[in-house]
């Protein structure tokens, strides 16, 4: 089926570590966003990209990478894992000039 | 900056009942307002859509109004089924934007 995938679904980190959520898109949609999603605060932008090669920050960067070699994948890299960064995570996906967002199921994260 | 605001939750409605989640925004210009829907473990899917002021976006039995003068776009349901219950996010974004911005949204719980 058509859609975002996010992988994994799950993740405990120690604080420090370093990892890779990956989002991938079928789609063949230009703009890819990651967001998290803490309790009352809605969703946060963390990067985005309007295409391949193309990607800038959003609300809340710090501590977060992203590059986009692709126009399928939109990886997101936490660098070194700090408490703070617990939360859900969201890849979304829209065509450009569109106005509906397709969102991934999520990656729920843990650092301790 | 465009900020959205929505009523803290949770709302808990027997079945049947009329649901109303209140939104409002601040925003320059004029933003196009979505509401999108966010079922248990799920990732968040757009339920309606309103880009110009007197629009009405509907779905699945769910309106909502944009109305420029008050700011607001508050959505409604005439009678709610336990299958509702989930978390429901309004949203903005500018049309020459690629940013979502989001409230911190209303958990709805429908009992039976």
């Known amino acids: 089926n058509a859609g975002v995938t996010q992988t994994p679904k799950f993740q405990v980190l120690k604080t420090g570590q370093s990892m890779t959520l990956q989002c991938a898109q079928d789609?063949?949609?230009?703009?890819m966003s990651w967001y998290r999603q803490d309790p009352g605060m809605g969703l946060r932008l963390i990067h985005y990209?309007?295409?391949?090669?193309?990607?800038d920050q959003g609300e809340v960067p710090n501590g977060y990478n992203v590059s986009r070699s692709t126009t399928e994948d939109f990886p997101l890299r936490l660098l070194s894992a700090a408490p703070s960064q617990t939360s859900v995570y969201f890849c979304a996906s829209r065509a450009t000039g569109g106005d509906g967002y397709t969102f991934g199921s999520g990656t729920r994260l843990t650092v301790v | 900056g465009n900020s959205v605001t929505q009523m803290e939750g949770p709302v808990t409605l027997s079945e049947e009942a009329f649901l109303t989640i209140n939104c409002t925004y601040t925003?320059?210009?004029?933003?196009?307002l979505f509401w999108y829907v966010q079922y248990p473990g799920e990732g968040l899917q757009l339920l309606l859509k309103?880009?110009?002021?007197?629009d009405k976006g509907s779905n699945k039995g769910f309106e909502a109004t944009y109305r420029k003068e008050t700011t607001s776009f508050h959505l409604e349901k005439g009678s709610v089924q336990v299958s509702d219950s989930a978390v429901y996010f309004c949203a903005l974004k500018h049309n020459a934007g690629n940013m979502l911005t989001f409230g911190g949204g209303t958990r709805l719980m429908v009992k039976p």
């Open positions: 789609m063949n949609h230009e703009y």
């Open positions: 925003a320059t210009g004029y933003p196009s």
């Open positions: 990209s309007v295409g391949a090669g193309i990607t």
């Open positions: 309103a880009t110009k002021a007197d």
